[in-house]
């Protein structure tokens, strides 16, 4: 009962947005995360390109919740906001990699926090990666923050992968930062950070702090 519903709700998600649909969410989902990502999350979930995936999440609301948080006093409760999860056609329920957002008070050293277990990169405010996960730290300052004051926030992107991971640690890694940096783009476009939010334009892969 819990896939036929989760079917129901997710149907229309399944086909893709046009080119004039990029501020949507099914656009988002679907343009602003292309096919690089979609094939960095069938590498690490190990999806073989005979598998559907179908994608679904809440990109301008996740926004505008952080918007709403920021100018209600109370950014600590903008946590895991829902943006893009990718969902293996025979497995409806839980994405294989799913990608949120939080607002965080400072990105924390390598040796505590939850990051502690990966290895870190230079990328933005910095960047995290373990073979289940990639997360980036990037600084946003946005006329759209404080009620058209401007305001500036620490956002924490993190892409995660709940299946078993299919390819090798390095690769594994890459791939993590490669997700986690298109759809954190993608979020500070939706935020209006200025200069990006300093995300490169192109991924490539950081040197090691």
């Known amino acids: 009962m819990l896939v036929a519903a989760f079917l129901s709700v997710t149907g ?10 990029g501020a949507t969410e099914k656009g988002i989902c679907y343009t602003a995360l292309g096919k690089d990502v979609e094939s960095a999350v069938r590498r690490v979930a190990g999806i073989p390109d005979a598998v559907k995936i179908t994608r679904y999440g809440h990109p301008q609301d996740s926004a505008d919740e952080l918007i709403a ?6 950014p600590d409760e903008a ?10 056609e025979s497995a409806e329920v839980t994405p294989s990699v799913e990608v ?3 607002v965080v008070p400072e ?12 290895k ?4 933005a405010k910095g960047a995290v990666a ?10 946003c300052f946005s006329k759209k923050l404080s009620r058209g004051e401007g305001a500036k926030v620490l956002v924490r992107g993190a892409s995660r992968t709940n299946d078993e991971v299919a390819e090798s640690e390095a690769a594994a890694y890459q791939d993590n930062l490669r997700i986690v940096h298109a759809s954190s783009r993608a979020f500070a476009e939706l935020l209006g950070c200025e200069a990006n939010a300093g995300i490169p334009a192109t991924f490539s892969m950081s040197p090691e702090v």
């Open 12 to 21: 229309c998600q399944g086909d893709k947005g046009s080119a004039g649909e």
């Open 69 to 74: 948080n920021v100018d209600a006093g109370t």
């Open 79 to 88: 946590k895991r906001l829902d943006f893009c999860g990718f969902y293996r």
């Open 100 to 102: 949120s957002f939080s």
């Open 107 to 118: 990105v924390p050293a390598s040796s505590s926090g939850a990051d502690a277990l990966g």
């Open 120 to 123: 870190s990169y230079r990328m």
């Open 130 to 139: 373990t073979t289940k996960l990639g997360v980036l730290y990037f600084e």
